[in-house]
């Protein structure tokens, strides 16, 4: 079985203090090929130093109009089968691009595949998980985007199709663009395994621009067709996705999966560095 060439485009500005990370959970994934490109919008900090000492990335040095943008752009440059983004202050897990690569040689009537993530803090010590289920566009769309942007990879179909992010939403570019691809009839897969992490520490976006994120959030549902008019109606909805998707997280099982990885809290992630949390992510290949 031939797997997949897999490319991941990293969006940076000024993120010197954990692009190396990234770089390093890209190139030491095993079984799978892959390629990097780092997509650099005219950083100010070491980010150049860094590129520099890893030749076997392709990367970018120039304006651009935005992380939306600067992602499209290496999307464009992409060679690989599978394409997906991984920020710069994000990182695989060992094993992940492996296991999206089989399930997209597994499953060639899919277009995009998703998988679980860990969140942790700024050192890569685990806060909490993000484990999901099985596809559903009712949730996604009412609820909110629930599946993580950072363990997401799409066939390079999808964009040769003109399939792009939209620049216009800066927070909620991927709830958009998974609103839009499932909209156009794009078929998602769930890999049911931890495939990345991702820091939640005090300059992430989502954290500086709440706002914003609820001004896109709404914007995504007027343009993709909600019919609902008033507030209430959508809280409602909102909170019988929230219900339903509690529902198949139980069933599947992997409500339980949270639970043991709430046990893990503070255990360090950082495989790439540490011995001891080779361990840890060896525990979580196994939940």
């Known amino acids: 079985m031939q797997m997949p060439m897999i490319s991941v485009i990293t969006p940076s500005r ?127 769309f009412y609820f909110g985007c629930y599946i993580p942007s950072t363990a997401t990879f799409f066939r390079r179909s999808v964009i040769e199709r003109g399939h792009l992010l939209d620049c216009d939403f800066r927070v909620c570019m991927d709830f958009e663009y998974f609103v839009r691809l499932a909209g156009a009839g794009f078929k998602f897969h769930y890999v049911p395994q931890f495939i990345a992490a991702f820091r939640w520490h005090k300059n992430n976006v989502s954290l500086q621009e709440v706002e914003r994120r609820a001004y896109e959030r709404g914007e995504v549902q007027r343009r993709h067709g909600s019919r609902v008019r008033s507030q209430m109606q959508l809280e409602l909805l909102r909170q019988g996705f929230r219900a339903k998707r509690i529902l198949r997280k139980i069933v599947s099982g992997n409500a339980l999966r949270e639970l043991r990885i709430r046990q893990q809290r503070g255990e360090k992630t950082l495989w790439m560095r540490d011995t001891e949390a080779q361990a840890t992510c060896a525990s979580l290949a196994c939940l």
């Open 14 to 140: 000024n993120s010197g203090a954990f692009l190396e990370d990234a770089i390093l959970s890209v190139a030491q994934q095993e079984g799978v090929r892959a390629e990097h490109i780092v997509q650099d919008s005219l950083s100010s900090d070491n980010t150049l130093d860094i590129l520099r000492r890893f030749p076997e990335v392709r990367w970018q040095w120039e304006s651009d109009c935005g992380q939306s943008d600067a992602i499209n752009r290496g999307f464009l440059r992409a060679r690989g089968e599978l394409v997906g983004w991984l920020n710069a202050d994000d990182y695989y897990l060992p094993g992940g691009l492996k296991a999206i690569a089989q399930a997209a040689a597994e499953h060639p009537e899919a277009d995009v595949f998703h998988g679980d993530c860990v969140f942790v803090d700024g050192k890569g010590g685990i806060t909490r998980s993000k484990v999901e289920h099985d596809f559903d566009p009712g949730i996604l």
